[in-house]
DNA sequence: ATCAAAAGTGGACATTGTCCACTAAATGAT
DNA sequence: ATCATTTAGTGGACAATGTCCACTTTTGAT
């Protein structure tokens, strides 16, 4: 890999991670700390879960973990439901009140990407759509490989 | 904008900004904070900044600025130059150990890049490549139009 | 039955970031 | 030239965020 590719990554990754910042910045006017946030798109797409999935997945510390489900619980937007077969764990999962607040996060964010791009012709959108597709293609080759080899 | 498209372009930011993070937690080895390698980066590149600049182009906090800089002079890796023009504003530059620092900071970033991609063919390499460039590309049309619609 | 590992919690603390008020210098209007 | 306004930077006080460690309970393996 030359000098000048790797610039030219690093680039794009200092590019593109100003872009996601100003974005989460947006997501943020919704009351929830960006750590939150995640926490619960991570609940609201893939529910129930436990909070040690979530610890692993959105690398968060243990006990912070727990602080942010128990504030998220309090706040009336998650509850712990007891684990049949595990008795450690609790499954956790968005109440009504839950499921409204991660409908807006969502529609925030759908309209936060149109609006973003909505100055692109659609020629241009799909270009860029092609794009990113074929970059996740290269992450996914990536990640298979790791696999094989680790 | 159709939803399908909306939501891979969601989807490609997640995964993104997880790559990132996990990118970011690595150079945060060498014993600066996030924020702080940012500052060290930008000066780096284009030095002298005036801290005033850093605030605008990395958006952080004026006076968290100030206390940024002023760690990072105590540490011996940056220093302020008085402006002929301005004496209100400080230039800032790297120290010999501050260009070492940054130096290595760079080299790290560089290998740690070409360690995340090296499992991938030449071909496929210059295919992500050429996917970052064009989105790249796109971002910068945007800009230019929203300099022509604000 | 015993023991190591895993899930989760809480205390204590460190780091990071924000808000506000302030000083000094520069700029602009009159 | 004077004075109000804006800009760059600083410091105090504080809030938010994240980390480390010790501990409890439960599980799973031997």
Redesign the interface.
């Known amino acids: 890999?030359d000098k000048a590719?790797?610039a030219?990554?690093?680039?794009?990754?200092r590019?593109?991670?100003n872009?996601?910042?100003v974005?989460n910045?947006h997501v943020l006017d919704s009351g929830y700390s960006f750590t939150e946030a995640r926490v619960m798109i991570e609940i609201g797409m893939n529910e129930p879960c436990i909070a040690n999935m979530l610890v692993d997945s959105l690398?968060i510390d243990r006990s912070y973990m727990s602080r942010i489900i128990r504030r998220l619980v309090k706040l009336g937007l998650l509850y712990k439901e007891a684990s049949a077969e595990d008795q450690r764990v609790s499954l956790l999962r968005l109440t009504d009140a839950g499921k409204a607040s991660y409908q807006d996060l969502d529609d925030r964010?759908?309209e936060l990407?149109?609006r973003?791009?909505?100055?692109?012709p659609p020629h241009?959108?799909e270009?860029?759509?092609?794009?990113?597709?074929?970059?996740?293609q290269?992450?996914d080759?990536?990640e298979r490989?790791?696999d094989d080899?680790i």
Do not use: C, P, V, W
């Not at 759509?129 to 996740?136: G, S």
């Open positions: 890999m590719m790797i030219d990554i690093r680039h794009f990754n590019r593109y991670t872009m996601i910042g974005l910045s690398n964010s759908n990407i149109i973003l791009f909505r100055a692109l241009e959108l270009e860029m759509h092609a794009a990113m597709q074929k970059i996740e290269k992450l080759q990536l490989r790791d080899t």
